[in-house]
């Protein structure tokens, strides 16, 4: 019995690190739609005009990490945009120019941020959902939608259907009545991640080349490093140990994140041959 017990307990530390890793998948891009417009005003944290609505009240909050879920993201902007409790959205559509529940959230300098805004309605032929950009030093890092669990038409939709389960949000109920929901965003590259040609260096960042990678499947890095691939939904498929370069043919066509053991990373990308 105890040799039981012992082989369970080190299987789940050799386990352990690939389901952290499985855990931390960027959060995924999904389509603009056709209602973005520039110009929402800022806040950090009221999306007007929540306090003069009579509808369902929701605070989101969260925290930007770059990838790995460990290091934030300084100061980060979201760009949300929803519709009302009607589903309508403003400034379209013959509806009112007044940027109701559109806004640029400004986060902190722990990456935290936060909103106070309506629960969405229901746009035709949609589950409700959330638009969102996030912005790190006025360079937009992705674009996505977050949407929320139990809602029936998430199953039909050809886009909600197709998200990762955390850009699907859990509502909680506050005592006074208001829903909250927790929603942290993993940006697709690291603080360090480059994949810019290497023969113009930037300082402190990891460049691999090329990428995506060419037929010879051959990757060239910056230095010596010690290196793990791992695909996006954590399986590691190579580890190395002291290289300056990398053979990839045995791995199929994909993305994938190239971490070195100081913590930088960059993401590769093998397209079919």
Not at 241 to 265: F, K, N, W
Request: proline share 9%.
């Amino acid at each position: 019995m105890k040799i039981f017990r012992l082989l369970a307990v080190a299987a789940s530390l050799v386990l352990m690190p690939l389901i952290l890793v499985g855990q931390c998948l960027p959060t995924g891009s999904d389509i603009e739609g056709p209602y973005y417009i520039t110009g929402a005003p800022e806040t950090d944290s009221i999306i007007a005009p929540v306090l003069q609505s009579n509808a369902q009240k929701i605070w989101v909050r969260g925290t930007v990490y770059f990838f790995g879920c460990e290091v934030p993201v300084p100061n980060p902007v979201l760009d949300i945009w929803h519709t009302n409790e009607n589903g309508d959205y403003s400034n379209v559509d013959g509806n009112p120019d007044d940027f109701a529940y559109r806004a640029r959230v400004q986060g902190n300098a722990d990456g935290e941020y936060s909103y106070y805004s309506v629960l969405p309605g229901l746009y035709p032929g949609r589950p409700k959902h959330t638009h969102f950009k996030v912005w790190v030093n006025d360079t937009l890092k992705l674009t996505s939608q977050m949407y929320f669990a139990g809602d029936s038409l998430n199953a039909q939709d050809p886009w909600a259907s197709n998200a990762e389960p955390n850009r699907v949000v859990e509502l909680d109920t506050l005592p006074n009545g208001d829903l909250e929901a927790r929603f942290d965003i993993y940006t697709i590259d690291s603080p360090w991640t480059s994949t810019s040609d290497p023969r113009k260096p930037q300082w402190g960042s990891l460049q691999v080349y090329p990428n995506p990678l060419d037929q010879e499947r051959l990757l060239y890095l910056p230095e010596i490093c010690t290196v793990t691939l791992t695909d996006m939904v954590g399986r590691v498929w190579l580890q190395r140990e002291q290289v300056d370069r990398i053979h990839l043919s045995a791995c199929p066509p994909g993305v994938y994140q190239l971490m070195t053991t100081d913590g930088r990373a960059a993401r590769v990308v093998i397209p079919a041959r």
